[in-house]
């Protein structure tokens, strides 16, 4: 589901709290941040389809998020595990 206006403005000052964004403005990462939440929307069920059995069906919406939200992170390197 889609965020409303208000946790996309929560969202986008979030970010712009925890993370340096040389050469952006506010203006820039609030756009970046409703154009993330649109892509998502518009490609869940992509997403969904691309998940493995019986990931997909036994996985509640928020733990498939959470999912891509840990894989996105490790992939931007600020998510450390245990093992690192």
Request: aromatic share 8%; with cysteine.
């Amino acid at each position: 589901m889609a965020l409303d206006a208000t946790n996309r403005f929560r969202t986008f000052a979030q970010i712009v709290r925890d993370v340096a964004w040389p050469g952006l403005t506010k203006p820039d990462i609030q756009a970046a941040v409703s154009a993330v939440d649109d892509w998502a929307e518009a490609n869940s069920a992509s997403y969904n389809t691309a998940l493995p059995q019986p990931f997909r069906n036994t996985a509640s919406v928020a733990q498939k998020a959470l999912l891509l939200a840990y894989v996105c992170m490790r992939r931007a390197g600020i998510l450390k595990a245990q093992e690192d």
